[in-house]
């Protein structure tokens, strides 16, 4: 089950994150200043009063009402978090690395790195959408649809991952070339409720966000990956699995998504059943000739 939203506060939660979790106790009119400000997160929210309301035409008091339901004292505090966000969104490794404790010992940092991947598991757990995830399973499992993957420059690895284990299971799943000049080009033979599962985390990359919107503007379901910042795709995306991405040096860590793309491989394959296995029989045999077949070369 999800974890109770109903305790949730800003300082265990990005306001994104939070008004996510918030959307089903908001009035209609608050839903549409959430709507604004997850479309065009989080730059809305640093915007005055006056501004906010009239991008989502509401009231100036929507919006007094809206960020209280959200836990804040007032609109000051929410626009001060939105920019410890911005700072820590843009920041690069390099920065972090500065900020980093000098001449530590490879036998400390290693407990420390395991210790932090343990806390980041259980963030993981504790930010995840459950209800995304299941959603996103059934997506996947649905062999009507086809499926794309596109990873960033540092997520390719764990796309290539999911394309590959996903292939396994079911026909129809491809993978988005990042290398090339344009990635969105790719996704122009997509059909009305196909799959583009997306990776990005900060610092976001304008030709996944890109991928993201021309893939939704063609009616299909984008699924998310990102982090607690959330990328700014999440506004183009029907299912956000957010993972956390803390770690003991300065590059983000990917254990908390591993562990979700490993759990969602196994939950497709619990939902596909008999026929995933069939089809891993299949593939197992063909490899099975082609070493064979390799064996009865003759040698130079």
């Known amino acids: 089950m999800d974890r109770d939203v109903t305790n949730v506060t800003t300082s265990d939660s990005r306001v994104g994150e939070l008004v996510r979790h918030r959307l089903a106790s908001l009035s209609p009119a608050e839903r549409k200043l959430a709507r604004v400000l ?7 929210g640093l915007e005055s009063v006056a501004r906010f309301a009239e991008r989502a035409r509401v009231s100036p008091p929507t919006v007094t009402r809206f960020i209280t339901k959200l836990g804040f004292k007032g609109y000051p505090e929410f ?8 700072q820590a969104r843009l920041s690069s490794p390099l920065e972090r690395y500065r900020d980093e404790e000098p001449g530590r010992g490879a036998g400390s940092l290693l407990t420390d790195a ?3 991947s343990r806390r980041n598991l259980q963030a993981t757990v504790d930010q995840l959408s459950h209800h995304d995830f299941e959603e996103a399973v059934g997506l996947l499992a649905d062999v009507r649809r086809r499926v794309l993957v596109l990873g960033g420059r540092v997520s390719a690895q764990l796309a290539r991952y999911l394309a590959g284990q996903l292939h396994l299971l079911r026909p129809g799943i491809a993978m988005v070339d990042a290398e ?3 990635p969105a080009q790719q996704l122009i033979d997509m059909r009305k409720g196909d799959v583009l599962v997306v990776f990005d985390y900060r610092r976001y990359q304008a030709d996944t966000i ?3 919107r021309i893939a939704s503007t063609q009616s299909c379901n984008v699924v998310l990956f990102t982090d607690p910042w959330l990328s700014p795709a999440s506004a183009f995306a029907r299912q956000v699995l957010v993972t956390s991405v803390e770690t003991v040096g300065p590059f983000d860590s990917l254990v908390g998504s591993t562990a979700v793309v490993e759990a969602m491989v196994a939950a497709v394959l619990n939902r596909l059943g008999p026929r995933a296995q069939a089809r891993m029989q ?8 082609e ?10």
């Open 38 to 44: 997850l479309a065009s997160y989080p730059i809305a």
């Open 79 to 86: 626009q001060e978090v939105l920019r410890h966000e911005v």
């Open 114 to 116: 395991l210790e932090v």
């Open 180 to 182: 090339r000049s344009n």
């Open 210 to 212: 890109e991928s993201a």
């Open 282 to 289: 299949s593939l197992d045999r063909l490899r099975a000739r």
């Open 291 to 300: 070493v064979i077949g390799d064996n009865d070369q003759p040698s130079s």
